[in-house]
């Protein structure tokens, strides 16, 4: 099992931007594929984007694409998501989430983790 933390979650003006980590546990995060997910209060659990193990492919949901960056620091075990353009319908709890696969269902991911609070004000 992957031990995933999120931060950087905060306030944030329309505009503006907040870069999200995610911080895995020991030396085997490097050897899965990381996504990272989002829920609105009140609304279901969507893909955000997704980077492979070894950094070399990236996807996006449409709606975050040419806005949000993810990459990866495998020697610090980190996935990061740079957030910029943010808009009011970004806000939501964002959550990391680690695969085995490369696909961008949730039900491929079996580790969590607790989620951090993004707020975009209009």
């Known amino acids: 099992q992957v031990q995933l933390v999120e931060s950087g979650g905060g306030l944030v003006q329309t505009g503006g931007s907040l870069r999200l980590s995610c911080l895995g546990s020991?030396?085997?995060?490097?050897?899965?594929?990381i996504g990272w997910f989002r829920q609105a209060p009140g609304k279901e659990r969507e893909f955000v984007a997704r980077i492979t193990w070894s950094g070399d492919s990236t996807y996006y949901a449409d709606s975050v694409k040419g806005r949000f960056i993810i990459s990866r620091e495998n020697a610090k075990d980190t996935v990061s998501l740079q957030m910029n353009s943010l808009r009011p319908e970004d806000t939501a709890v964002y959550y990391c989430?680690?695969?085995?696969?490369?696909?961008?269902?949730?039900?491929?991911?079996?580790?969590w983790g607790q989620g951090t609070q993004v707020t975009v004000s209009s």
């Open positions: 989430a680690a695969s085995p696969f490369t696909g961008v269902q949730a039900t491929n991911y079996y580790d």
């Open positions: 020991g030396r085997t995060f490097k050897n899965y594929n």
